[in-house]
């Protein structure tokens, strides 16, 4: 049975960080599922499809990556595809006690469990939101997303 996962995020946007965790992954897992969460409530600075299209950009070709959006509880998301493990990435300290919350949640409800994958240290400063303000400031974010010339902003 092949073992699928699911890596679920904001991705906004989907950083060199990311990458390098869905790369391991694949050394793992037969097949990775890039879920693409969205809550109504958050403000996204990127729009989602300009995320889909880029984060496809960065996979483009490689059948054991999916993309896709979801909305409500990720459990749910997951067991729809019919998978039981969710990838998260962690950098620091706030990562963990954040996830373990999250972590310990999930298998409480739908049983699902998590696998967790510590960063490189050269990856580990590579933050979404600090990226957000870069790119809202005018700055340079390419060192730190592939292919960032790709994401627009939200209308
Ligand atoms: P969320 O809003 O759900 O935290 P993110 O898009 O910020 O989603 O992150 C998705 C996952 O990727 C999380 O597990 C996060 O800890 C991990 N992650 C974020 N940045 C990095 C990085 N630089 N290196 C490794 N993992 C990362």
């Known amino acids: 049975m092949s ?3 699911v890596f679920p995020g904001s991705f906004d946007p989907f950083t060199k960080g990311h990458e390098e965790i869905v790369n391991r992954g694949l050394e793992i897992f037969d097949k990775v599922i890039i879920a693409i969460g969205e809550n109504s409530q958050k403000n996204y600075l990127f ?5 889909i299209n880029h984060i496809e950009s960065i996979f483009d070709g490689q059948d054991n990556i999916e ?3 979801f909305t409500g509880l990720t459990v749910d998301f997951v067991k729809k595809e019919k998978a039981n493990l969710i990838l998260r990435g962690l950098r620091n300290s706030s990562d963990f006690n954040f996830e373990r919350t999250i972590a310990q949640m999930n298998h409480a409800i739908q049983d699902i469990e998590s696998i967790f994958l510590m960063t490189t240290p050269e990856l580990s400063a590579i933050n979404s ?3 957000r303000d870069i790119k ?3 700055g340079d974010i390419s060192q730190f997303v592939t292919n960032d010339h790709l ?3 939200n209308e």
């Open 67 to 69: 993309i896709k959006p």
């Open 47 to 51: 729009s989602r499809e300009s995320r």
């Open 151 to 153: 994401l627009a902003y």
């Open 3 to 5: 073992k699928i996962v």
């Open 129 to 131: 939101s600090v990226i």
């Open 136 to 138: 809202k400031n005018g």
